[in-house]
């Protein structure tokens, strides 16, 4: 089993409904956030192209973040999901360096937090993440890339896709559809 | 990562000291001055026991999930509130049966959850006092708050009739109120979404179609082939079933047509952007029918079947050749012929689509009239993947006693003019309320509710002027909003999460209701606006207009008539009927009759003909930017609702200011540098009471400048958004009225940057 989400540059607007649906979702306190929204511009006035992103941890295949925790706090769950154990974590930022999609925020109760791709409260309940699930233009797609039938597995196939920094040999596992 | 760094304000309890309104007899109050006096509410002789009970029910019924529609927009999407285990509310999200959002909120209602945290919610009624000639706000109870607004409108009545009172609404409290002013005899409720929104569109429509498009706009984009966006910028102005059919249109290959002259995201998902020069579109419009009917790309028998005026039409359009058109706009005449082929290609699925906030220049109605001239050319209205035929549910209302009929009307406040406006124009209300010598309709008495006018109306001095004229102006409020202070008595209304309010039955492709429970009992000493409404009339003697116990009594008897209950409401929050007639679209070849005087389709319209405007609409120039200044165009963020969300601590979260949008050329020529602040001033000398910052950036022309509307409060009791960003409300001073409707056209203002004590708002805060 292998987790993984694709977002659709083409559909997504950019309207952040993502990062407030995990906030109230996973509790994240005001002020942080677990995703969020990129949007880049090139081209020069009327010839011009927008990319909208959103952003998450990578959960990558080789992460620096689980290589460099000195505790064992990061870890790698079920499906490849990387986590973080609050109880394990000292806090001590070295993942949060590590990381090159700058994914983790040190939480204000002492220990580091990121994206889960809400793991224990909605995947283990057959529901999507919430950020996927709350998406209005729907263009989040999340399932097991092992499963040829999962969403995310279809749209990879039919679709042209890149991930972030793959020169920095993480093996994310974020696909953005452009 | 993002950094969102939390802003703390200083939470300042100010003696009011203002010295712009020192003159006026109404001095504005920041809600900070409560007076010495201030009682709490033990002083209070309302019987609690009765409000408590209201909210009893609640708990026995409490379940993991309650019911609600959404109120942080229009759209009201239905969906579930959510607790946690210490009996707060953690999330809302949409219910999958709810058409209006298919199961999806939008980041405004997944952060709905602000509007009941938010600390600084109006907390209880407040009544104005004047001790050594300085104006402040006493706390009050419920019952004294409410006695003096009865007392007060029975004696300012008895002097002026009772039609001297206006509601001003935007909203679910709007039908509370506005029943107990129809029983008090005054028919005069309004709200800005007309006249300062959609209601071109609606007028427009009228006049051609016989019908309006309503909302959730009928609009079928989810089976459309092509849709034309004319400065609707879907996707950042976050209409919910909007953009999820947009979606949906572009997973299905659709060919989207944007004309905007700021690259919006909706131009960005576009097959064609056309990067019209502002204040043109109608030369756009016109020169497209001129392409499609020389071409023959019409819809030759839908026209012939449904259509008058088509001849006269034909004629009328020669002239307005894409050669001509591009003079004016600065499209190219081969992109206009190309854009045209595309819909002619795609019809009869193809939208014109009329937008919603349409009151930019004044003669907009007209703009609308050709928008919706080019769907009919194009055989659009009435068919799949154009414009469906919405239904809505029957639901009886409870039976009350008739309304008293009133002396004289609310048109009589705009008498002779804008007569073609289909609901109440409420800038007509507000010109009406100052006095002039030749006046028999004006206005003593405001209640205001769920809008924040002076954000809302432009030409805040005019509002400021009616306001000044007023005996008693009550504002019912979540927040602190500007308005407040200019009030007489203040009601805290509870946020929506803490209340019933009335069904929601808005007309859909499928007739439903949806249903608000309150989730929560209402914090601090607020109460729901139906209980207000009720408890008011009851002082009035008015009672026999609210026979019903509470709202839960309300709904039940309304729902248990269409084979409902409250009971299954609570367990499902929306229901869905089918429809009455199978006439979502029209049958090929059908007989359709219009509801226009000719029964057809008016190309030629004889609405506009018999009141004196052009019968087919003509280009009219509008006036250019002077040199040195830009064109004020504003505009939606897909995380904010008008000004009603800039306090909300979800949503601030994801934006806490405006920005305003500079092209890099205008930017090097004024020396202008990312991030930094400046003041506007507009063409009237009017300079902003805050600082923006620029953001440079291609996006926009450089004979215009952008910001999102909503922001700049003055009111340092929002502690959040006070002082955040450009108030552009304010720099709207020059209007261009509507004729045919009153509209008031606010696209015509021109701004300069100006450097001198820019370090205002945010900026100045750290």
Not at chain 2, 79 to 103: A, F, L, M, R, T
Not at chain 2, 231 to 260: L, Y
Not at chain 2, 657 to 663: A, D, F, K, M, R
Not at chain 2, 734 to 760: C, H, I, L, S, Y
């Amino acid at each position: 089993m292998r987790y993984a989400m694709a977002v659709d540059t083409k559909k997504c607007v950019g309207c952040s409904d993502c990062v407030v649906a995990c906030q109230t979702e996973n509790k994240v306190p005001i002020g942080y956030c677990r995703d969020w929204v990129v949007e880049v511009t090139d081209g020069t006035y009327p010839q011009l192209e927008i990319e909208i992103r959103s952003e998450r941890c990578n959960h990558c295949d080789n992460s620096p973040c689980v290589r460099c925790c000195p505790t064992g706090a990061s870890h790698y769950a079920e499906g490849g999901i990387v986590l973080v154990t609050p109880e394990k974590c000292i806090g001590c930022g070295a993942c949060i360096a590590s990381c090159p999609y700058d994914a983790r925020y040190p939480h204000p109760d002492g220990y580091v937090d990121k994206c889960t791709f809400c793991l224990e409260n909605r995947v283990k309940k057959g529901l999507d993440p919430a950020c996927v699930s709350v998406c209005p233009t729907k263009c989040m797609y999340f399932g097991d890339l092992d499963d040829p039938n999962s969403p995310v597995s279809i749209v990879l196939k039919k679709r042209k896709w890149k991930t972030l920094i793959p020169e920095a040999g993480t093996m994310p596992q974020l696909y953005f559809l452009i | 990562m993002i950094s969102h760094i939390a802003s703390i304000c200083s939470f300042l309890i100010e003696i009011n000291n203002t010295v712009d309104m020192t003159t006026t007899r109404r001095q504005f109050i920041k809600l900070g001055a409560l007076s010495a006096g201030s009682v709490t509410l033990a002083g209070s002789s309302f019987n609690w026991t009765t409000a408590s009970s209201l909210f009893e029910n609640q708990k026995s019924v409490a379940s993991d999930r309650t019911p609600t529609y959404c109120e942080v927009c229009f759209w009201q999407c239905a969906g579930w509130v959510y607790k946690d285990e210490n009996g707060e509310i953690q999330k809302i999200i949409g219910n999958d049966d709810d058409p209006h959002c298919n199961g999806r909120f939008c980041p405004r209602g997944t952060g709905g959850v602000g509007q009941y945290s938010d600390t600084d919610r109006l907390k209880t009624p407040m009544i104005r006092t004047r001790t050594d000639g300085v104006d402040s706000f006493r706390e009050v109870g419920w019952d004294e708050a409410l006695d003096y607004i009865a007392d007060r409108m029975k004696e300012i009545s008895s002097k002026y009739g009772p039609e001297c009172v206006a509601l001003f609404t935007h909203g679910s409290g709007g039908s509370h109120f506005g029943q107990m002013l129809k029983a008090f005899g005054s028919q005069s409720v309004t709200a800005p979404s007309f006249a300062q929104c959609r209601g071109p569109r609606e007028v427009g429509f009228l006049t051609t179609f016989g019908d309006i498009i309503y909302s959730p706009e009928r609009t079928d984009i989810r089976d459309t082939r092509c849709l034309v966006l004319i400065g609707s910028h879907i996707g950042e102005n976050m209409h919910n079933g909007q953009i999820q059919e947009m979606s949906d249109a572009i997973d299905k290959g659709a060919t989207i047509i944007t004309v905007d002259p700021r690259f919006s995201t909706a131009a960005s998902k576009s097959k064609y952007w056309l990067p019209i020069k502002p204040s043109t579109d109608m030369a756009l419009l016109l020169s497209w029918m001129n392409v499609l009917i020389e071409n023959g790309w019409y819809d030759k028998d839908y026209i012939a079947r449904y259509a008058h005026g088509f001849e006269e039409l034909k004629e009328h359009v020669k002239k307005y050749t894409p050669e001509w058109a591009y003079g004016i706009t600065t499209i190219d005449p081969n992109i206009i012929r190309r854009t045209a082929k595309e819909m002619f290609d795609a019809s009869p699925a193809v939208i014109i689509h009329p937008g919603r906030h349409v009151t930019w220049y004044g003669d907009d109605t007209q703009r609308l009239r050709a928008v919706a001239i080019l769907n009919a050319l194009l055989g659009s209205w009435g068919r799949r993947g154009g414009f469906y035929n919405p239904e809505k549910a029957k639901v009886p209302e409870f039976p009350v006693p008739a309304f008293p009929i009133p002396k004289h009307l609310p048109t009589e406040a705009y008498k002779g003019k804008y007569k073609l406006a289909n609901e109440v124009v409420s800038n007509g209300i507000c010109d009406a309320t100052i006095p002039t010598p030749d006046k028999n309709c004006s206005y003593k008495i405001w209640i205001v509710n769920g809008t924040n006018l002076l954000a809302a109306l432009p030409d805040q001095e005019q509002t400021k002027r009616a306001i000044e004229a007023l005996e008693l102006l009550v504002v019912v409020d979540t927040m602190p909003a500007e308005i407040t202070g200019f009030a007489d008595v203040i009601l805290p209304e509870c946020s929506y999460l803490e209340r019933y309010d009335m069904l929601r039955k808005s007309p859909h492709r499928e007739p439903n209701i949806a249903i608000r429970v309150p989730a929560v009992s209402p914090k601090y000493n607020s109460m729901p606006a139906d209980w207000m409404a009720k408890k008011l009339a009851e002082k009035l003697g008015l009672g026999a207009w609210f026979p019903w116990k509470d709202m839960e009594e309300h709904l039940d008897w309304q729902l248990k008539e269409i084979g409902s209950s409250l009971e299954e409401m609570k367990r499902i929050g929306v229901k869905k009927f089918p429809r009455m007639h199978d006439n979502l679209y029209f049958a090929p070849g059908e007989d359709v009759t219009f509801n226009t005087n000719t029964g057809k389709i008016e190309l030629y319209s004889t609405d506009m003909e018999a009141e004196g405007f052009d019968p087919m609409p003509v280009y009219t120039a509008h006036e250019e930017p002077p040199e040195g200044f830009y064109r004020l165009i504003y505009g939606r963020a897909p995380m904010h609702t008008f000004s009603r969300t800039a306090n909300n601590p979800n949503l601030t979260d994801l934006m806490d200011e405006n920005t305003l949008w500079v092209n890099p050329k205008v930017a090097k020529i004024w020396g202008l540098k990312a991030g930094q602040y400046v003041k506007l001033k507009n063409q009237d000398e009017k300079t902003s009471s805050f600082s923006i910052k620029v953001r440079i950036t291609e996006r926009i022309r450089w004979d215009s400048v952008y910001m999102v509307h909503g922001f700049g409060h003055n009111n340092k009791k929002l502690s959040r958004a006070y002082g955040r960003g450009i108030n552009d409300t304010e720099l709207i001073t020059r209007v261009k009225v509507d004729p045919v409707m009153g509209g008031t056209g606010m696209r015509g203002n021109f701004v300069t940057f100006v450097f001198e004590n820019e370090k205002a708002g945010k900026e100045a805060e750290s």
